[in-house]
């Protein structure tokens, strides 16, 4: 059974920076991507970014340069650094992957609150 687990949420005001991990249960290398999306109160589920098994990264063009995503293959842990963070930043964010035979795992979300 694949669990991802995520933690690093919180409350930070605007301008500051968190990291979210993501914690699998499994070796990262039953992944062929990662990633990190998340939901607003009222709007859909977005992509914040994602990180293929070749180290490829793709961002939501609203975090490029503020955010990185990054895994460590030996603690199974895949990372959001989230820096100059904004009100509209606010979301619980999920953890995602998905195996070569199209498997897609989900975390239970970590709350991320940026205050003004």
């Known amino acids: 059974q694949v669990q991802l687990v995520e933690s690093g949420g919180g409350l930070v005001q605007s301008g500051g920076s968190l990291r979210l991990s993501c914690v699998a249960s499994?070796?990262?290398?039953?992944?062929?991507?990662m990633a990190w999306y998340r939901q607003a109160p009222g709007k859909q589920r977005e992509l914040v970014a994602e990180?293929?098994?070749?180290?490829?990264?793709n961002y939501a063009n609203s975090v490029k340069d503020r955010f990185t995503i990054s895994r460590d293959i030996a603690k199974k842990t895949a990372y959001l650094q989230m820096n100059s963070l904004k009100p509209e930043d606010t979301a619980v964010y999920y953890c995602?992957?998905?195996?070569?035979?199209?498997?897609?795992?989900w975390g239970r979300g970590t709350q991320v609150t940026v205050s003004s």
């Open positions: 995602y992957a998905r195996n070569i035979a199209r498997t897609s795992y």
């Open positions: 990180i293929t098994a070749g180290g490829n990264t």
């Open positions: 499994v070796s990262l290398f039953s992944f062929n991507t």
